[in-house]
């Protein structure tokens, strides 16, 4: 089992439609939660990152972190064609070195948002 | 540009040839990360430098792999001896010093070097 599981998608959705996109994670450890867009043949973007649980609002996006249950959620509102990416979540514990933290990834969710 | 750029964007290489790669970080930016990405799976860590001193190595990075910061501004990763396993892309991120909050920075993705092992 992965200590991160993202379902690859696609997500297929009509423009304007609100999209959900979910990760679970096994490792208690993991302190921070992150969401990075990735477009095709690009490097990811980060999006949103959040440290408790609970809400976190920005624009259009909406991160959700549950701990109890280990799920972690990206929504998007009103989607446009220009959503259209591959999305990753991504969660951190402190490395061995004590002085940064290595993101663990998801596999990421293809959403494609159609006109 | 004054984002992460990664040189060269593409390379097609003959099994048992060695390659490197390039990564310029943002100037200011004091630590460094390679990851790998393969078709359909998210950036998979392979070690980050802080300045020159690279402290951390992924298990990933086998004997072949060598990284290096010589002046703690630009990266190289070497791969000897290629072989098919390694066609990925091999993406670098940067990252400047931690916020005093202790709040997780922000790393900085290039554009990634896409690597074809025949």
């Known amino acids: 089992q992965k200590e991160v599981e993202q379902d690859p998608g696609p997500l297929s959705v009509p423009e304007g439609a609100i999209v959900s996109l979910n990760c679970t994670y096994s490792?208690?450890?993991?302190?921070?939660f992150m969401w990075y867009r990735q477009y095709s043949r690009k490097g990811p973007e980060l999006l949103m990152y959040?440290?408790?649980?609970g809400n976190k609002e920005d624009g259009r996006f909406t991160a959700q972190v549950d701990k109890s249950s280990k799920y972690i959620s990206l929504f998007i509102r009103d989607s446009q064609p220009s959503d259209s990416a591959t999305y990753l979540c991504?969660?951190?514990?402190?490395?061995?070195?004590?002085?940064?933290?290595?993101?663990?990834f998801g596999r990421g969710t293809s959403l494609i948002v159609h006109p | 540009d004054t984002g992460v750029s990664q040189d060269p964007r593409h390379k097609i290489t003959k099994r048992g040839q060695n390659v490197t790669f390039r990564c310029d970080p943002i100037s200011e930016h004091n630590r460094l990360y390679w990851y790998r990405q393969t078709l359909g799976q998210g950036p998979e860590f392979l070690t980050y430098?802080?300045?020159?001193?690279?402290?951390?190595k992924s298990r990933l990075l086998s004997d072949r792999f060598s990284a290096e910061r010589p002046k703690g501004s630009f990266s190289t990763l070497e791969i000897q001896r290629t072989e098919q396993g390694d066609s990925a892309m091999y993406l670098c991120a940067s990252s400047g010093p931690i916020l005093t909050s202790g709040i997780q920075e922000t790393q900085y993705f290039g554009p990634g070097t896409r690597l074809l092992v025949l």
């Open positions: 959040t440290y408790s649980s």
């Open positions: 490792n208690s450890a993991f302190q921070y």
């Open positions: 430098f802080q300045n020159e001193a690279q402290l951390e």
């Open positions: 991504a969660m951190t514990s402190r490395g061995s070195s004590g002085g940064s933290y290595i993101p663990t």
